[in-house]
């Protein structure tokens, strides 16, 4: 529960909704290390985050062809022992071998994650966007990086 605040809480009827529509859902070193994540074409009306990449898909990016990164849980006694670039090493082979050429996600500016910023920064991914949404009380900044 340490990490709700960013990730939003989720009862069994939307954790099964979500992993439904996952197309890479990994677990590391016994759930110590998870990603779950999305095509852009996912059947998933209602993401708020999904929605805004895709209105915002710019051809010179590489237009709708992306892959969302979504929720990314390290255990707080696994961080700093590299099982995110584990993760998003793997994501990306997942990724690149569907025929996306980038990887996208959103990190919290409201509440702010600097931890995750910089992680994302040091992955060579570059910020696309922010947007806020006034209903969940939070605003986010979009990254992506070209695979």
């Known amino acids: 529960m340490e990490f709700v605040h960013w990730l939003s809480a ?10 439904e529509r996952a197309s890479y859902q990994r677990q590391i070193h016994d759930g110590a290390g998870v990603l779950l994540g999305y095509a852009h074409d996912v059947d998933y009306p209602d993401h708020k985050n999904i929605s805004w990449l895709r209105d915002h898909a710019d051809s010179e990016r590489g237009g709708d062809s992306f892959f969302y990164i979504d929720r ?7 961080q700093g022992k590299s099982l995110g670039r584990q993760l ?10 569907l025929g996306h ?5 959103e990190v919290n500016t409201k509440p702010n994650n600097p931890n995750s910023h910089a992680f994302h920064l040091a992955m060579r991914f570059d910020a696309i966007g922010e947007a806020e949404y006034p209903d969940y009380k939070a605003a986010v900044r979009y990254y992506e990086k070209r695979l």
């Open 10 to 19: 989720l009862d069994d009827d939307r954790l099964d909704y979500i992993l």
């Open 72 to 78: 990314v849980i390290i255990a707080r006694n696994a």
């Open 88 to 97: 998003y090493e793997d994501v990306a082979r997942f990724a690149r071998k």
């Open 101 to 105: 050429n980038r990887l996208v996600c």
